[in-house]
């Protein structure tokens, strides 16, 4: 081994070795933080707190010494790819570590413990993220993809425990919290949940690494909502299915739906190409999968609230205006534009 390759050698082995470090003193926090809110350890929390500036400290040094790697060794190809990846964990692991102060800040203030079936789900759900977390940390320091990537399949888990807890939250119950009681709860639960999600990123980063391989992102699904479902939907579908289909699933749904598309409808799809398999009005059922996992609901003619049910959390809805006397060719270009102009938005231009 030259003594160029010595020198790179030794100081990506410092880097991992450093690295490696953060991630036991942020597991070490966590594990307090936890333990603290559980136990109402008001000297644990405050401990926890103050332990994190070492952390931050330790995150600014490694900042530099990677910006330092790449002007001195100027790496290529696997090197440049652990740099990258490691500079993306320091920041992932210095989140976790930020969400062992906010756990430890709600665990010195906290005037009721937790209890009851709350108290059993938080305990098992942060169970299973520190229990993820430790997994990914051992995944870094073999730098093993394969790991890294069963690693990645527990936050599922994880996060059914955090609506577990969530429901338990907002049951009734006898002795009533206080809202500030409840904000704190969920602050917590949130907290857990989210060190799942960047161990999962981090497990991502490893892969990346390892592989060159990255995240293959979901197709983003869109659900299209009119009365009758028979035109104007079943071809935004349509042309989400053709020119889109890559990266968009879409869906269909009525108010009142009727019993086939229309004839214009028919007409027009066949002109342009455009696949009509399966596309056949529906009901609108606020209880199904389709509803319950649409990112974004594009009423036409309706506001979303026409149709009953409520939103999931993370979706948004819009609204689309289309003249009812514009001919099918009229109706297709409108659509045409307000899809391309939604893919664009929320999943980019076609070459991302």
């Known amino acids: 081994m030259s003594h160029y390759e010595q020198r ?12 490696s470090r953060m991630g036991e003193a942020v597991q070490l926090n966590l594990a307090n933080s936890i333990s603290a809110l559980f136990s109402k350890n008001r000297d644990l929390a405050y401990n926890t707190i103050l332990g994190d ?10 900042n530099l010494k990677c ?26 692991l210095e989140r976790i570590g930020d969400y062992a102060v906010t756990i430890s800040k ?26 993820m977390l430790k997994k990914a940390l051992g995944a870094y320091e073999d730098q093993n993809a394969e790991k890294a990537l069963a690693t990645i399949k527990l936050a599922k888990k994880v996060d059914r425990k955090f609506f577990l807890a969530y429901s338990d939250l907002v049951e009734e119950d006898d002795d009533r919290l206080s809202t500030s009681e409840l904000f704190s709860r969920l602050v917590v639960i949130r907290q857990i949940e989210r060190v ?22 979901r197709k983003y699904r869109l659900l299209f909502l009119d009365e009758k479902d028979d035109s104007a939907t079943q071809l935004a579908v349509a042309i989400c299915r053709k020119y889109h289909g890559d990266r968009i699933k879409a869906f269909s749904a009525g108010s009142n739906p009727s019993s086939e598309l ?10 342009r ?41 993370d979706a948004a809805a819009v609204k689309w205006d289309l003249s009812d006397t514009d001919s099918a060719e009229s109706v297709f270009h409108d659509l045409s534009d307000k899809v391309d102009d939604l893919v664009h938005l929320v999943r980019g231009p076609v070459t991302d």
Request: proline share 3%; net charge negative.
């Open 53 to 62: 500036h070492p952390v931050n400290r330790e995150m600014e040094a490694l």
């Open 262 to 271: 229309s004839q214009a409808t028919k007409d027009l799809c066949d002109e």
């Open 106 to 131: 709600e665990a010195a203030h906290v005037r009721r413990g937790l209890k009851g079936q709350f108290r059993d789900d938080a305990a098992k759900m942060a169970d299973d993220a520190q229990k």
């Open 8 to 19: 790179l050698e030794h100081d990506l082995t410092d880097i991992r070795s450093s690295i």
């Open 196 to 217: 799942s999600d960047q161990a999962k990123n981090l497990c991502e980063e490893i892969v990346f690494s390892e592989t060159g391989k990255t995240k293959k992102r």
């Open 67 to 92: 910006h330092r790697f790449i002007a001195k060794h100027l790496p290529s190809a696997g090197h440049l790819r652990f740099i990258s990846s490691s500079l993306r964990i320091i920041i992932l």
């Open 273 to 313: 190409g455009l696949d009509t398999s399966g596309l056949d009005p529906s009901s609108v059922d606020t209880e199904s999968e389709y509803w319950a996992k649409a990112d974004v609901f594009v009423t036409i003619n309706f506001n979303v609230d026409d149709y009953g049910g409520s939103l999931p959390y």
